[in-house]
């Protein structure tokens, strides 16, 4: 897990889980979604003018998430276009000892208003460039 950069402790609901005790899948999402977001705070993109949309998502279940385990989310770009990224995500134990699941988004820029494609700003390129040492 060195090759990331990021990661956020995650807290989870008692909704979060099914009946059988399990994380629900379609929270593994909502979980990796808010990741990306606190990846975007730290690199400082505000989002306000020029935000990015979900173009693709891969996900892969590798151990179960019950409610007493601690969870670590790993966020990381690492593949820069013109106006679409790359990003990869690592849900696993604090120790790193357990990987419950391995994710993949393409990203696209969208401007908020018209909500039509974008190149991503020359200045976020910098801050992603910078911190993922791209």
């Keep these: 897990m060195q090759e990331f ?4 402790s995650v807290q989870f609901r008692y909704s979060d889980f099914d009946m059988l005790g399990h994380l629900n899948s379609a929270q593994y999402v909502t979980i990796l979604e808010l990741g990306r977001l606190e990846y975007f705070r730290a690199i400082n993109w505000n989002l306000k003018e020029v935000s990015n949309v979900v173009a693709s998502f891969k996900i892969d279940y590798l151990n179960q998430i019950i ?7 790993h966020v ?3 593949r820069l276009g013109n ?4 990003m990869q995500y690592a849900m696993a134990s604090p120790d790193e000892s357990i990987i419950y699941a391995k994710a993949e988004t393409e990203q696209v820029c969208i401007l908020k208003n018209g909500n039509t494609s974008t190149p991503i700003p ?3 390129k910098k801050q992603i460039t910078l911190f993922e040492k791209l």
């Design 5 to 8: 950069n990021f990661k956020i």
């Design 67 to 73: 409610p007493t385990n601690e969870v670590m989310v």
């Design 76 to 78: 990381r770009i690492t």
């Design 83 to 86: 106006k679409s990224f790359s």
């Design 122 to 124: 020359a200045q976020i």
